[in-house]
Protein backbone atom coordinates (compact mmCIF):
# COMPACT_ATOMS: atom_id res chain seq x y z
CA UNK A 1 0.00 0.00 0.00
CA UNK A 2 1.48 3.43 -1.18
CA UNK A 3 1.41 6.33 1.69
CA UNK A 4 2.58 9.70 1.53
CA UNK A 5 2.79 11.49 4.75
CA UNK A 6 3.23 15.35 4.97
CA UNK A 7 4.14 17.29 7.97
CA UNK A 8 5.23 20.71 8.50
CA UNK A 9 2.43 22.92 8.02
CA UNK A 10 1.59 25.55 10.74
CA UNK A 11 1.12 28.89 11.06
CA UNK A 12 4.04 31.27 9.83
CA UNK A 13 4.54 35.26 9.47
CA UNK A 14 4.56 36.71 6.28
CA UNK A 15 8.26 36.85 5.24
CA UNK A 16 8.64 33.57 6.83
CA UNK A 17 10.08 30.63 5.88
CA UNK A 18 8.87 26.95 6.31
CA UNK A 19 9.97 23.59 5.10
CA UNK A 20 7.07 20.90 4.51
CA UNK A 21 8.11 17.23 4.35
CA UNK A 22 6.67 13.76 2.50
CA UNK A 23 7.57 10.46 3.44
CA UNK A 24 6.97 8.14 1.06
CA UNK A 25 5.73 3.58 1.71
CA UNK A 26 5.15 1.13 -0.37
CA UNK A 27 7.06 2.19 -3.26
CA UNK A 28 10.81 1.61 -4.78
CA UNK A 29 11.04 6.01 -4.22
CA UNK A 30 13.88 6.56 -6.47
CA UNK A 31 11.68 5.16 -9.51
CA UNK A 32 9.50 8.16 -9.10
CA UNK A 33 9.14 11.93 -9.71
CA UNK A 34 7.92 13.87 -6.58
CA UNK A 35 5.92 16.76 -6.64
CA UNK A 36 3.80 19.23 -4.40
CA UNK A 37 0.70 20.71 -5.42
CA UNK A 38 -1.47 23.28 -3.27
CA UNK A 39 -5.06 24.14 -2.85
CA UNK A 40 -5.93 27.42 -1.18
CA UNK A 41 -9.56 28.24 0.40
CA UNK A 42 -11.90 28.54 -2.10
CA UNK A 43 -9.77 27.70 -5.43
CA UNK A 44 -8.69 24.83 -7.12
CA UNK A 45 -5.58 22.84 -6.38
CA UNK A 46 -2.41 24.05 -8.14
CA UNK A 47 1.17 22.66 -9.18
CA UNK A 48 3.96 24.07 -6.96
CA UNK A 49 6.89 21.93 -7.58
CA UNK A 50 7.88 18.58 -8.70
CA UNK A 51 11.53 16.84 -8.89
CA UNK A 52 12.69 13.48 -11.06
CA UNK A 53 13.60 10.50 -9.57
CA UNK A 54 17.38 11.07 -9.21
CA UNK A 55 16.79 14.69 -7.69
CA UNK A 56 18.84 16.58 -10.57
CA UNK A 57 16.09 18.12 -11.99
CA UNK A 58 13.40 20.45 -10.39
CA UNK A 59 10.72 22.27 -12.16
CA UNK A 60 8.48 25.10 -10.63
CA UNK A 61 5.24 26.64 -10.94
CA UNK A 62 5.97 30.96 -11.81
CA UNK A 63 4.87 31.84 -8.18
CA UNK A 64 7.44 29.73 -6.82
CA UNK A 65 10.57 30.41 -8.17
CA UNK A 66 13.28 31.54 -6.25
CA UNK A 67 11.04 31.49 -2.97
CA UNK A 68 10.84 27.59 -3.23
CA UNK A 69 12.76 24.66 -2.99
CA UNK A 70 12.04 21.17 -3.74
CA UNK A 71 14.52 18.62 -3.10
CA UNK A 72 14.92 14.84 -1.77
CA UNK A 73 16.27 12.05 -0.10
CA UNK A 74 16.39 8.53 -1.85
CA UNK A 75 17.80 7.11 1.52
CA UNK A 76 15.25 8.27 3.29
CA UNK A 77 12.20 8.16 1.34
CA UNK A 78 11.45 11.89 1.77
CA UNK A 79 10.79 14.39 -0.67
CA UNK A 80 11.04 18.25 0.64
CA UNK A 81 9.32 21.36 0.31
CA UNK A 82 11.49 24.83 1.38
CA UNK A 83 9.51 28.15 1.18
CA UNK A 84 10.78 31.25 2.40
CA UNK A 85 9.78 34.85 1.46
CA UNK A 86 6.16 33.64 2.07
CA UNK A 87 3.21 35.97 0.98
CA UNK A 88 -0.47 35.34 2.68
CA UNK A 89 -1.66 33.85 -0.59
CA UNK A 90 0.45 31.01 0.07
CA UNK A 91 -1.59 30.39 2.49
CA UNK A 92 -3.07 26.22 1.32
CA UNK A 93 -3.37 22.80 1.83
CA UNK A 94 0.15 21.80 0.31
CA UNK A 95 -0.51 18.08 -0.97
CA UNK A 96 2.78 15.67 -1.72
CA UNK A 97 2.42 13.91 -5.26
CA UNK A 98 4.08 10.85 -6.50
CA UNK A 99 3.73 9.65 -10.53
CA UNK A 100 6.03 9.18 -13.13
CA UNK A 101 6.84 11.93 -15.51
CA UNK A 102 9.14 14.52 -14.06
CA UNK A 103 7.15 17.39 -14.69
CA UNK A 104 4.20 16.44 -12.16
CA UNK A 105 2.68 20.10 -13.20
CA UNK A 106 -1.28 19.26 -13.30
CA UNK A 107 -3.19 16.82 -11.49
CA UNK A 108 -4.00 14.58 -14.18
CA UNK A 109 -0.22 13.43 -13.86
CA UNK A 110 -0.08 12.09 -10.24
CA UNK A 111 -1.00 8.51 -9.31
CA UNK A 112 -1.01 9.01 -5.68
CA UNK A 113 -1.42 12.21 -3.19
CA UNK A 114 -1.03 12.64 0.23
CA UNK A 115 -3.36 14.10 2.67
CA UNK A 116 -2.18 17.42 2.59
CA UNK A 117 -0.74 20.04 5.53
CA UNK A 118 -2.34 23.53 5.91
CA UNK A 119 0.16 26.09 5.84
CA UNK A 120 -1.58 29.45 7.29
CA UNK A 121 0.18 32.81 6.31
CA UNK A 122 -0.62 35.62 8.19
CA UNK A 123 0.24 39.54 7.55
Known amino acids: QVQLVESGGGLVQAGGSRSLFCVVSGRIFSSDAMGWFRQAPGKEREFVASISPDGTSAYYEDFAKGRFTISRDNAKNTVTLQMNSLKPEDTAVYYC????????????????WGKGTLVSVSS
Open 97 to 112: ALGSIEYLGVESRVAY
